[in-house]
C-alpha cells in the first residue's frame, strides 16, 4: 500500500527541519503553529491547509514547491512496485515496436 500524502508531505518537512539541526520548538515559533500540531504534521496525522505548509516552508526557508516536489517523487518510488505488482504495464518510452501490415487470406 502507497504512503498517503499528508505522510509524505511530514516526512519531507521533518527532514527538512533535522538537516537544518532545528527544533520542533524553533519552527512552530518561526511558522506561528503550535508545537503539537506541527508535531501532527511532522507525524503524517494532521493534513496541513496550503496556508499552514507555506508558513512551515517560510520558516524552515525551504519553497513549499521543492517539498511537494520532493513528496511527489517519494510517492513515485512507492507506487511504482505497486503498479508492477497490479500487472500495470511499464513502458519504456525508448523500446520501439513494429506491427506489420494485416495479411487477408483468402478462403476457399
Avoid at 503553529?33 to 496556508?51: H, I, N
Avoid at 517560510?58 to 507506487?79: F, I, K, W
Wanted: hydrophobic share 45%; proline share 3%.
Amino acid at each position: 500500500m502507497t504512503a498517503l500524502l499528508r505522510e509524505v508531505i511530514g516526512d519531507v518537512l521533518r527532514q527538512a527541519r533535522t538537516a537544518q539541526g532545528r527544533t520542533l520548538r524553533e519552527v512552530s515559533d518561526d511558522a506561528r503553529v503550535s508545537l503539537g500540531y506541527l508535531s501532527e504534521v511532522e507525524r503524517g496525522r494532521k493534513e496541513a491547509s496550503s496556508e499552514l505548509l507555506g508558513a512551515i516552508c517560510t520558516a524552515l526557508e525551504v519553497p513549499l514547491s521543492r517539498v511537494l516536489t520532493d513528496a511527489g517523487r517519494v510517492l513515485e518510488r512507492e507506487e511504482r512496485p505497486v503498479a508492477a505488482a497490479a500487472g500495470a504495464a511499464i513502458v519504456d518510452v525508448s523500446t520501439k515496436v513494429v506491427i506489420p501490415h494485416a495479411v487477408t487470406m483468402a478462403v476457399a
